[in-house]
């Protein structure tokens, strides 16, 4: 079945540094997710990316898909302390197998320190 | 307010002890999915309802039951818990669109099991 690797696992930042976290499928994506959750939150959805190539900002987060539809990442600039949390990227599989089904990495544990 | 409400935040049961979690939306949502989350493997899906009446699995359905008769709600069923379903369990909702695109996910609040 479809995986989705998610990449680094933990990173710890000095306040003002820039962080990425990468996304990885194994098949072919019909779109990607983003969710950012707060320690002791829920998931929060932030962006949702369907073409390809397709690059998306919202402030100091910039969020990728890859040309193959296969591949995301989201960029924090100069990351402050309310960045702390678990970034989830949750991919759609463009197969059709399991129709409507989101796949989610298992997520970047961000860690800022001031 | 747009909001996916479960019941109850906190369980902690006994071995074998059948337990119902309850999910709501007043989204009007067609999708509907439980998750559960444990440390290092992220949010594993375990079951799904594309609308009332149709359900399937995830990947990690064994030891989970899940019946949708209305379109609102969604109750996750341990019919026999055991400890390794000690987690915390998200319920999600979305709108999914006619082109087959899954739409924004809005989670509830989570409930932490304990199966002792």
């Known amino acids: 079945g479809q995986q989705v690797m998610q990449i680094p696992q933990y990173q710890h930042v000095q306040e003002g540094e820039d962080f990425t976290t990468y996304c990885n499928s194994s098949?072919?994506?019909?779109?990607i997710q983003w969710y950012k959750q707060r320690p002791g939150g829920h998931p929060v959805f932030l962006i949702q990316?369907?073409?390809?190539?397709e690059v998306k900002k919202q402030k100091r987060l910039t969020f990728q898909f890859g040309e193959a539809k296969k591949n995301s990442s989201l960029h924090i600039t100069a990351t402050q302390t309310t960045d702390v949390g678990t970034y989830f990227c949750?991919?759609?599989?463009?197969?059709?197998?399991?129709?409507?089904?989101?796949?989610f990495g298992q997520g970047t544990i961000l860690t800022v320190h001031p | 307010e747009a909001q996916v409400t479960q019941n109850p935040r906190y369980l902690i049961t006994v071995t074998g002890k059948k337990l119902t979690v309850t999910c709501s939306q007043n989204?009007?949502?067609?999708?509907m999915s439980w998750y559960r989350q444990d440390p290092g493997l992220g949010l594993r899906q375990i079951y799904y309802?594309?609308?009332?009446?149709?359900?399937d699995k995830g990947d990690v359905p064994e030891g989970y039951k899940v019946s949708r008769k209305e379109k609102r709600n969604f109750p996750l069923i341990l019919e026999s818990p055991s400890p390794n379903q000690t987690s915390l369990y998200f319920c999600?909702?979305?709108?999914?669109?006619?082109?087959?695109?899954?739409?924004?996910?809005?989670f509830g609040q989570g409930t932490r099991l304990t199966v002792v």
């Open positions: 098949t072919t994506l019909s779109n």
């Open positions: 949750a991919g759609q599989d463009a197969g059709g197998t399991s129709y409507g089904k989101l796949t």
């Open positions: 990316l369907v073409k390809s190539g």
């Open positions: 989204m009007n949502h067609e999708y």
């Open positions: 999600a909702s979305s709108k999914f669109l006619k082109t087959g695109v899954n739409t924004e996910a809005f």
């Open positions: 309802s594309m609308n009332v009446e149709v359900t």
